[in-house]
């Protein structure tokens, strides 16, 4: 047996040394092994039945680059996008729940085979849903350069960065004034040739556990569109609470008016888009109690009405210091009972303050401010001992940009559990 296996290696030899021979001197080049086309990944996984939906979608590309990804849900195209290297795609948002997700994604890479994935998933049912129950501005509305955005849920929210980061504020710039009356609706598209506006520095703040606030750093730029959308869909905001549907609104920033009163001089004057548009003389707060001292800094136009009715706070009829009076061209101020409104008291006006805390001012000038006014136009008080806080009304203007952002969940540690109290209810006004 060793003499025949002796016999085969030397026939192999001589088999081997026969194709050398006949090459000549030609080379012999080994062929090199086919080009691995690129491997793809999908998360959530193809053909899961209960897909989370709070992570997202995620799309990844090995030994390759990510030509195209093509998402949808329910057959809604689902939005998002490819990092720098152009390896993985992330969804934008949070993933639809209850709904049939499809994905074709091709991967490619020079001198290789493109690979193509395509498959289903399908994302779990929500066991309990929460959603925005309200919001400010309204729809369409025309508003102030001070005017914040107040969402309200419907369920205390637990997991406010994953909600904040749901949140999305865009500007854009409105080539044409359009009509910044009160009550009218100017938050219109974009015009053809009205570019985007510069990006506005905002952050939202968390007041409670089912309010969000957002405020500019400085006041909205003049005559810009402002759209709001609360990408809630699929966003796990407590164990087992999801959203299942967004909302969106536009409005628009009117021009800018603002005005400053000094309760010293007994002044009042506004400003148009920097220019004096009317001089008033004013009557403040008595200021013989704290209650009947004006709030100085940086108060915001809440509402109004022509005329409000005024009972003073506290006190029953027939007590000292009782009131019940209609007031006309009344214009709110805070949560704390402060107007701007018509008096005939024209012996105080710009010589003593006399009033109950509001400020007062002739009645034709006063219906001038009233017809002119939009919600959020600062109005700024000075020359009280009394501050207003910046839970009074929308006095959120009464933070520095510092303070204002230790309230996001997505800038700072959680705020301790005083500083979340919920904006108090409206007393009766004043006068």
Known sequence: MRRAAV????????TVLSVVSTAGCGSVTAQPPPPVPPAVRVWPAFDAKDARTDRGMVVKARGGTLASVLAYAGGVPVPGRLDAARTTWRSDWALKPGAEHTVTATATRPGAPSTVAV????????????????????PGETVGVG???????????RDKAAVERALEVRTAARRAPGDDRPGTSAAKPVEEGAGAAEPVEGAWRWVGDTQA?????????ARHQVTVTAHLAGVRSAPGVYGTADRSFTFAVGREQTSTVDTRTH????????????RMAISAGMATTREYTTTSGVHLTMDKGN???MVSPGREKGEPGYYDVMIDHAVRISNSGEYVHAKNNLWAQGTV??????INSRPDQAAWFYAGSLRGDPVTITGTDRELAWDNGWGFWQ?????????????TPAPARDEMRSTPSPPLPQR
């Open 7 to 14: 016999a085969l290696h030397v026939a192999l030899v001589v």
């Open 119 to 138: 498959g289903r998933f399908r994302t779990r049912e929500p066991g309990h849903t929460f959603g925005v129950a309200s919001a400010v501005p309204l």
């Open 147 to 157: 005017m914040p955005i107040i969402l309200n849920f419907d369920t205390p929210v």
């Open 213 to 221: 606030i957002y405020r500019t750093k400085e006041f909205w730029p």
């Open 267 to 278: 002044q009042m004057v506004v400003r148009r888009d920097g220019r004096v548009a009317q």
């Open 307 to 309: 005329p409000v009715r």
């Open 353 to 358: 303050n006399v009033s109950h805390g509001c």
């Open 399 to 411: 933070l520095s940009w510092e303070d204002w952002v230790l309230g996001s969940a997505l800038r």
